[in-house]
């Protein structure tokens, strides 16, 4: 099972950017998936997750400003990001669970993430 996520970068505060979470040795068809992130400094933050159905749930830091969603065929997972500000600074990862507490206990299958830093 691997997940390489892909997409951050640096942009200032209101600006925009895509994730992806690529997987392989399993199928997205299969399991819910989440967004975690750490700060700097910080212990790890769920963000958001999709499970098999569809169904999508938000930390109510990025509700409104960040949607989640996942393309099976393409065994890719996706964290549209809008209106970031300086608080979303943090490196992403994806994590094969749907619940917050059960996808930062499984940090050590994370992938490396990807780095978002938004400037003020």
């Known amino acids: 099972v691997q997940l390489v996520e892909s997409g951050g970068g640096m942009v200032q505060s209101g600006g925009s950017l895509r994730l992806s979470c690529a997987g392989s040795?399993?199928?997205?068809?299969?399991?819910?998936m989440s967004w975690v992130r750490q700060a700097p400094g910080k212990g790890p933050e769920w963000v958001s997750s999709i499970n098999t159905f569809g169904s999508t749930h938000y930390a109510d830091s990025v509700k409104g400003r960040f949607t989640i969603s996942s393309d099976n065929a393409k065994n890719t997972l996706y964290l549209q990001m809008n209106n970031l500000k300086p608080d979303d600074t943090a490196r992403y990862h994806c994590?094969?669970?749907?619940?917050?507490?059960?996808?930062?206990?499984?940090?050590?299958?994370w992938g490396q993430g990807t780095q978002v830093t938004v400037s003020s």
């Open positions: 994590a094969r669970a749907g619940d917050p507490t059960l996808a930062i206990t499984l940090r050590g299958s």
């Open positions: 040795g399993f199928s997205f068809r299969d399991y819910d």
